[in-house]
């Protein structure tokens, strides 16, 4: 087991293990003879769910997982009804997600479970004449929206390959450039049927460009429509290279499955100006209400007799916007960690791991209340502008309690064994002749 740095963001695995390792015909061979073939079978499995990282095997690398795995998060209850807000097929009481995902969760919800990292296979991928585009990260695009990737490294393109989903709306989709160059219409009569509900088009660029960024905007007055994948080509070396739909998210490993990293992930740990202080039954809609974004706001629920002495939370005032709000990680341990918080205002820290019975926390020496928030998460008051040191330190009723017990029960030994020496002493005093 590896060590892993203090405050590492979590992954989220996204596969059903229905595709083939690269390597296959080169398993097979190694161990033709050797293996038969349910053990040459189990071997394949084992192969994928070591790609994938599936649950266990993020905790052999020290990695944290979004299922309840590893790094703060359990499969506890306010967990499962998070997981109803999911995209998933079936809630499973073990937390996993991975085969159950139809797509990846939208931002809200990888920013309140800390996710950093996408692992994910190339099963609904779409290759069009020796072309490869990546679907896993479709996005439905709205008037007036402009998106922009970063291309690293820089590619040397003719022109952009589009794939859109069905239906889509006549004239004009929008217009694309590389670079500062000019802007190119992307019309609808250019999207070719290419597989189930998608459509590809390519747009010529005049001239091979080394492309360093690209952009793709819709008019305000245009219709909506979901970019399924995005792919920078060159028909003169025929290569291509594939981009995520989504510009939130960069390709950080494209192999047997890909491997995406987000470009603004929150981390386990961040500050919001603003808290709204929300019922049990009513946190569900509240977190999946539009209005609603993890980055300004936090929810948080219970009495104040529950966290101690949380007042901010009980008596709300008006929320300052914060220009700078950063959190350091300096150490953690399976049963304590620090954080350093640097706000130029009062705030909330919120935590995306579990606020399970015991955790304790204090602010600059002083004891913190920390609320469960986020329906599984816990934050604390920051109290003003400034450099806050935050140590959390796990210390269950519990452990005081056997701790206590044992104390108690050493003192009576103690007592008895004293008692029982003093009446031995007495009695063969009394034996003794004189």
Not at 141 to 157: S, T
Not at 168 to 183: E, I, K, S
Not at 376 to 383: E, G, Y
């Amino acid at each position: 087991t590896v060590q892993p740095p203090a405050g590492q963001p979590r992954l989220l695995s996204r596969s059903d293990l229905t595709w083939d390792p690269g390597d296959l015909a080169e398993l097979e061979a190694r161990h033709a003879g050797v293996l038969g073939p349910e053990a040459a079978y189990d071997l394949v499995v084992a192969t994928k769910l070591k790609e994938v990282l599936a649950p266990n095997q993020p905790l052999r690398w020290g990695l944290s997982t979004a299922d309840g795995y590893g790094g703060g998060l359990l499969p506890l209850r306010s967990y499962t009804m998070l997981q109803t807000l999911l995209p998933l097929t079936k809630v499973v009481p073990d937390g996993r997600l991975r085969e159950r995902l139809t797509a990846v969760p939208a931002r809200r919800w990888l920013d309140l479970l800390g996710v950093e990292w996408i692992v994910a296979d190339k099963v609904a991928d779409l290759w069009v004449e020796g072309v490869y585009h990546d679907l896993g990260l479709a996005r439905a695009l709205q008037p007036g929206e402009r998106l922009r990737w970063e291309v690293r490294p820089p590619f040397p393109a003719d022109g952009v390959s589009l794939v859109a989903a069905s239906p889509l709306p006549p004239g004009d989709l929008g217009q694309v450039r590389v670079n500062t160059g000019p802007w190119l219409a992307v019309p609808a009569s250019a999207f070719q049927p290419a597989r189930d509900q998608w459509q590809r088009a390519r747009v010529t660029l005049p001239k091979t460009v080394t492309v360093e960024t690209l952009e793709l905007r819709l008019p305000p007055g245009a219709a909506g429509w979901t970019l399924g994948a995005v792919t920078l080509t060159n028909s003169r070396l025929a290569a291509f290279e594939a981009l995520p739909g989504d510009p939130a998210f960069e390709t950080a490993l494209s192999g047997d499955v890909k491997v995406y990293r987000r470009r603004d992930g929150l981390g386990r740990a961040w500050v919001v100006p603003a808290a709204r202080a929300v019922a049990e039954a009513d946190l569900p809609a509240a977190l999946a209400a539009p209005g609603f974004d993890p980055r300004h706001e936090v929810l948080p629920t219970g009495s104040q007799a529950d966290v101690p002495p949380f007042a901010p939370f009980a008596t709300p005032r008006p929320a300052q916007p914060l220009t700078e709000a950063t959190v350091t990680w300096l150490e953690e341990e399976p049963e304590s960690f620090a954080l350093r918080v640097t706000t130029d205002g009062a705030g909330w820290l919120v935590l995306a791991d579990n606020r399970f019975p015991g955790w304790t926390a204090t602010v600059d020496g002083q004891p913190a209340g920390v609320a469960r928030a986020n329906l599984f998460a816990r934050a604390l008051a920051i109290p003003g502008p400034g450099v806050h040191e935050v140590r959390f330190r796990y210390r269950p009723h519990s452990v005081v309690l056997g701790a206590a017990i044992t104390v108690l029960a050493l003192l009576a030994s103690i007592g008895l064994l004293r008692a029982g020496w003093i009446a031995a002493s007495q009695t063969q005093a009394r034996s003794s002749p004189e």
